[in-house]
């Protein structure tokens, strides 16, 4: 078969590669399914659904893809949030990401997954949950394969992309440090790497939704979201009033500091990407990423020491670590 071979049935789309050729030769393609020895594998929709969608995220990740299932695509934003986030956090110039094949770890919706397929390359996605929603939104593209699966057991060989992509899902996985030991070897030896993580510093674990947490991962997440529907408003309300002083002054740092740290909603406003968008978006954002934030069970930030002790166990290839801004970043060196 060749490399752009396709399956082709009525419920097509599967592609990379044919999902990098039937996970590189162990499974056969069978009727509806993908067999190797007794396991089977259902492809529904033109999605492998290698796990059950009746994960942990089906309360609180799979509700954000129901509720807000495009809100976070560049294509229906305007501007170029997702774009200008990539390459910032990469450091890559646009042209890496020419012609590689990528394995996208958690793609939720597929924001992430339209910016790769718009700078050329092939992507294998897995989450979860959601995928569905994620497919829709790039219906059609027989760049993008999905498969329903957890990132802590992915069904390919050892080194078979060129790049491993880890988005803003590490933190959210039971085991980080193990999650990232399993990813990074499907690196190919000359490929590169980027993982995002939430950062384990003093001033984010005193965030307010580290201490909402206990509270809220415990509760309903149709009753979480009423809530935020009800609440996000005057707390968008109180946090925009206090960025009014300006910032370069003491009491205008402080209040940002105070709205930033206390205030429990997310308020992009003063954000940069977020200037185009009329005050209805910005009140969906805040209560989609407030969700976000105090919905998901697994919430475990990963400091850059412990992501540097990994990755250099795991990967030959140049890398760097960068912890800023309540992120710690992972990413392979580029030669220019
Ligand atoms: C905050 S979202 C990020 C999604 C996407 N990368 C983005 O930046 O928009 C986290 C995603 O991780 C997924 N996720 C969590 N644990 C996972 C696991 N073990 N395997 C695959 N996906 C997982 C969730 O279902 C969710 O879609």
Redesign the pocket.
């Known amino acids: 078969m060749s490399s752009t071979s396709h399956m082709k049935t009525h419920n097509s789309n599967v592609c990379p590669d044919w999902l990098l050729r039937q996970l590189t030769e162990d499974w056969e393609h069978d009727g509806g399914q993908l067999r190797s020895g007794n396991r089977t594998v259902p492809i529904i929709g033109g999605i492998p659904r290698f796990v059950a969608d009746e994960?942990y995220?089906r309360g609180n990740?799979?509700k954000l893809?129901d509720e807000f299932p495009k809100l976070?695509l560049d294509n229906v934003a305007g501007g170029k949030l997702r774009m200008d986030t990539i390459l910032d956090r990469t450091r890559w110039d646009p042209s890496v990401f020419q012609d590689k094949l990528v394995l996208?770890?958690?793609?939720?919706?597929g924001?992430?997954t339209q910016i790769l397929r718009h700078l050329g390359s092939r992507v294998i996605a897995?989450?979860?949950?959601?995928v569905d929603t994620a497919r829709a939104n790039l219906a059609g593209d027989e760049g993008a394969a999905f498969l329903q699966?957890?990132?802590?057991d992915l069904p390919f060989k050892k080194a078979s992309f060129d790049i491993v992509f880890c988005?803003?899902?590490l933190q959210?996985?039971p085991n980080p440090d193990e999650?990232l030991q399993h990813i990074l070897q499907f690196v190919k030896p000359d490929g590169l790497v980027f993982v995002h993580s939430y950062a384990r510093t003093i001033q984010q674990m005193m965030h307010w939704k580290y201490v909402l947490r206990p509270i809220t991962t415990r509760m309903d997440p149709d009753r979480l979201l009423k809530c935020l529907r009800w609440t996000t408003p005057p707390l968008l309300g109180l946090s925009t009033a206090l960025r009014k002083a300006p910032p370069e002054q003491y009491l205008g740092k402080l209040l940002m500091l105070l709205s930033q740290n206390i205030i429990p909603v997310y308020n992009r406003r003063f954000a940069r990407g977020y200037g185009h968008m009329d005050s209805e978006t910005l009140k969906e954002h805040a209560i989609h990423d407030t969700f976000?934030a105090l919905s998901?069970k697994?919430d475990h930030p990963m400091s850059a020491k412990r992501m540097r002790e990994i990755a250099s166990t795991c990967l030959n290839q140049p890398f760097e670590i960068e912890e800023r801004g309540g992120i710690t970043l992972l990413r392979s060196k580029v030669q220019s």
């Open positions: 994960s995220s990740f799979s893809r976070q996208e770890c958690g793609c939720g919706a924001p992430d897995a989450d979860l949950a959601g699966a957890s990132i802590v988005h803003r899902v959210h996985t999650t976000d998901p697994h």
